[in-house]
């Protein structure tokens, strides 16, 4: 061996969200965000992914360019609901033989009218599965790194389940089918992402659960949330905003809020942040200063190695 022994990074993980833009001008928009996120170097950033494959290729054609034209590492997330298992083994195949090393494994929710069918991949504990035996063979091409798969975890009760134990019991399942780390859905209560910590840990999860927030800069942005993910408006912050004469006062508010929970989860031992930016740099960047995060110090840890 040589060289000298690296000291393990004490850094907190910082990622983004971001999603497939609708149409060109969006895509620029959505390069100007890339390339201001780019410079805070972000361990990773996710691109999500329609339920039922609906915006696949616009997924695939910003993984792509995020691999191909920046320093930054896309984690994909890919959904099982109404895609056969031969479409998802597919998509793993496209994403792996990509390049993507890092899969987030979800569910999604069905659209209208669509069923699942007999042998469907109706749980993301299934989907982690899936990837796990498509990975397996590829070992000797994955040779220089295998497959991150990630999760999501829920803060509050995930709609359908009936209790928060349930949803501790499918996260372990999800541990135990392969899955290396969870993120979760946004939680307004700092006390929210201290009780998942606490209750995972006793059932005996060991991955780490990142927490995701997200800056809620209009009231507008409250609702779709709420809509979107089924989770409860927080009234206080909804009155905040609703109390705020200009949009740069409702960004203020916003980003405080989400300062305050992202510090709480830190000191709550949670292993980094992930910031769910709807596309747009502004407030995600103003968290980020807020926090005054420590960062490698170059694009990834290559420039201390
Ligand atoms: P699951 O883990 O399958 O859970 C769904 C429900 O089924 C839960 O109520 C659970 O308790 C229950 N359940 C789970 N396993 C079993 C089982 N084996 N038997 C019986 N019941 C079970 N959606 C998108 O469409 N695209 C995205 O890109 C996207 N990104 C996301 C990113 C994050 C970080 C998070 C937290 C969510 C994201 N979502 C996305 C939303 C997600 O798809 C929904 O929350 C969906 O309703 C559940 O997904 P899941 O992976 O948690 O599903």
Redesign the pocket.
Known sequence: MTGTRLPPPTYPALSY?LYPPRNGPAEESLWTTIRRLEDTRPDFV?V????AGSNRETAIHLLKRLLTETTLKPLA?L?CVGSSRAELTEIVERLLGGGVRGI??????APEGIEPRPGDV?????LVRLIRDVESQRTAQLAAGRVSVG????ATR????PSLE??IE?LL??EDAGADFA???VFFQPSDYARLVDRAARAGVSIPIIP?VMPMTSTRRLEKLSGL??VDVDEALRARLEGARADEDRRRIGVAATVELARAALDDGAPGI?LYTFNEHAAALDVIDALDLERPPQAGLAASL
Do not use: F
Not at 158 to 161: A, E, G, Q, R, T
């Open positions: 969200e996710s999500t992914y329609g339920a997330h959904t987030l494994a979800l569910r999604g929710d109706e749980h993301a504990d299934e999760v999501a975890a829920y995930h709609p359908d389940s349930q949803d499918v399942a999800k993120i979760t859905q995701g993910a089924g992930h």
